[in-house]
């Protein structure tokens, strides 16, 4: 069952969202203000109608779900299941494409549509190569199966989740900077101008 709050009124009732029997592992607002989407353990994709209260549609997975994402342009759901990753157009709620991939529960599609990351049990994170459907890059750096995974807005830093108690960061473009991280050309130059501020004030006249 899913439970929808409105957030201006916070002491009401949540409306009731029903019409399957298995627990529901992931669940996202649509494209449409008023449509969501929810995956559950009976493999199906729902699109809900929150002005109507039922169902509009239905879409059916090879294996259960347990991570649906929604595009940052609106544009697709990415949904994780098993072994595979779903894309779904979220207008005519129609596969577009479904890639194999390392067993995973969490998926995300980079803001440009290039590329896709995943994590799973193995305490893994994929990063592929969405159009020729390849594994480009994979990193360990949990110590416990990987729930979450997310890409910022940017598409410059995706965010993992994991069993561990951990968030982490990662790079899109290892060896780029960008926020606290820091090419190495770049450190090098910061550390020739340390070098050079402090042989400037070792010379004599300078106090």
């Known amino acids: ?35 969501l989407s929810s995956c559950c353990e009976d493999k199906d ?3 809900w109608d929150t002005r109507t209260g039922g169902v509009a549609k ?19 759901l ?15 709620f129609e596969k577009v494409k479904t ?16 590329w896709l990351v995943t994590g799973g049990d193995d305490f893994k994170l994929y990063k592929f190569d969405y159009e020729e459907e390849k594994e480009v890059e994979s990193y360990k750096g949990h ?13 410059e830093v995706y965010c993992s989740g994991s069993e561990d108690g951990t968030i982490r960061l990662w790079q ?15 450190v090098v130059a910061s550390r020739n101008n340390h070098s050079n501020s402090s042989s400037n004030n070792n010379s004599p006249g300078v106090s």
């Open 45 to 47: 994709i729902t699109l």
């Open 172 to 186: 899109h473009s290892v060896g780029k900077s960008y926020g606290l991280w820091r090419s190495a050309d770049e």
């Open 78 to 92: 990415t949904v994780a299941h098993g072994s595979k990753v779903t894309i779904i157009n979220a207008a005519s």
């Open 1 to 35: 069952m899913l439970r929808v709050f409105d957030l201006s009124r916070p002491d009401s009732d949540p409306q009731l969202l029903a019409g399957s029997s298995s627990a529901v592992k992931s669940a996202v607002w649509t494209r449409e203000p008023a449509i």
């Open 99 to 114: 890639v194999s991939v390392p067993l995973c529960f969490s998926a995300t599609l980079h803001p440009s549509g290039k």
């Open 143 to 155: 110590f416990g199966p990987v729930h979450c995974v997310r890409y910022s807005p940017d598409g």
């Open 58 to 76: 239905t879409l059916v997975l090879e294996s259960p779900a347990t991570s649906i994402e929604l595009s940052h342009d609106r544009q697709f």
